[in-house]
């Protein structure tokens, strides 16, 4: 699991690479991850946007930003968690994700929240020891 805590939301993380959803041999891998929200604070929040990096096993990077995340903009109540499990395709065996979540709170004052950095490892990837 990954975790990363910022202005009092944490973030954790946890992928899953799916074997019945890839085909290595056509460089096909998926994978899942859950991301749990956690409002830490003392007043409501709102998540509204995303945006990722997903860098390949190449360091082609890819940059996806849009609105909300599956499709909503969940407010978080002090103490309250929101749970979501999304995926990831790549054309290589392994890469590495980050992010951030734009979050606005009950003044509407903007602020950004660290998506910690994790790990996409397949079973097919070269491990590599330094």
Known sequence: MYRAITQNIQI????????DRSRPEDNRYFWAYTIESTNLGDHKVQLT??????????????????????????????????????GCPLTTPSGIMVGSYRMVDVDGREFDVDIP??????????????
Not at 117 to 130: G, M, Q, T, V
């Open 12 to 19: 954790t993380v946890e992928p899953e690479y799916l074997a």
């Open 49 to 86: 946007h995303r945006h990722w990096r997903i860098t390949d096993a190449n360091g082609k990077l890819d940059q996806v930003r849009g609105e909300g995340v599956v499709g909503e903009q969940p407010h978080l109540e002090p103490g309250e968690t929101f749970r979501y499990t999304s």
């Open 117 to 130: 950095a994790f790990s996409l490892d397949s079973p097919h990837a070269k491990r590599i020891l330094n």
